[in-house]
T-cell receptor, first 113, second 114 residues
Framework: AQSVSQHNHHVILSEAASLELGCNYS??????LFWYVQYPGQHLQLLLK??????LVKGIKGFEAEFIKSKFSFNLRKPSVQWSDTAEYFC???????????FGTGTKLQVIP | EAGVTQFPSHSVIEKGQTVTLRCDPI?????LYWYRRVMGKEIKFLLH????????ESGMPNNRFLAERTGGTYSTLKVQPAELEDSGVYFC????????????FGQGTRLTVV
């Protein structure tokens, strides 16, 4: 079965610091990859997704992620975080032709002004 | 356009009671998904409807959980009788096509069983 690992459970950064959140998945075949974000009190929103093509994917709010197939990774990055980026971030993988998505445990990001 | 709406936002019930969660998907979305997040753990798939039919219910924990989607519109998830381990946040999502296009999530229902 597919599994998704997010190694950082809680990250605290100062504003303007760079961000990288790790995500690794287990399935070796064709995958679709997602990063979702949940701001406090709000619903899950899609940040970005990868299906095929350029492994460097750009999303909303200045986020990007890089798919590295050889490392089974899809890390999320942002060069300079803002206080408004405080949220919980979820990596997710759709694989095997099925429509159920496997999520990671989430990473809580706290940005200090 | 209205998003995915879930009712109630919070529910606190006693062990052994029944609770029904409701999800109103985005109008026109044939695909409806239920997920659950137990505290501190990953968001887990429960089931997937295509219109009124259950496409995949492999994630349903046990027969205390019953999901329906009458007429292919809104969906309900009933837990009867509720147990302590059922506590968590229940998310609903809908999409027009397969999940890989984009699924839109509701705000979730936080269920606490005491």
């Amino acid at each position: 079965a597919q599994s998704v690992s997010q190694h950082n459970h809680h990250v605290i950064l100062s504003e303007a610091a760079s961000l990288e959140l790790g995500c690794n998945y287990s399935y070796g075949g064709t995958v679709n990859l997602f990063w979702y974000v949940q701001y406090p009190g709000q619903h899950l929103q899609l940040l970005l997704k990868y299906f095929s093509g350029d492994p460097l994917v750009k999303g909303i709010k200045g986020f990007e992620a890089e798919f590295i197939k050889s490392k089974f990774s899809f890390n999320l990055r942002k060069p300079s975080v803002q206080w408004s980026d405080t949220a919980e971030y979820f990596c997710a993988v759709l694989s095997g032709g099925y429509q159920k998505v496997t999520f990671g445990t989430g990473t809580k990001l706290q940005v200090i002004p | 356009e209205a998003g995915v709406t879930q009712f109630p936002s919070h529910s606190v019930i006693e062990k052994g009671q029944t609770v029904t969660l409701r999800c109103d998907p985005i109008s026109g979305h044939d695909n409806l998904y239920w997920y659950r997040r137990v505290m501190g753990k990953e968001i887990k798939f429960l089931l997937h409807f295509v219109k009124e039919s259950k496409q995949d219910e492999s994630g349903m924990p046990n027969n205390r959980f019953l999901a329906e989607r009458t007429g292919g519109t809104y969906s309900t998830l009933k837990v009867q009788p509720a147990e302590l381990e059922d506590s968590g946040v229940y998310f609903c999502a809908s999409s027009s096509g397969v999940f890989s296009t984009e699924a839109f999530f509701g705000q979730g229902t936080r269920l606490t069983v005491v």
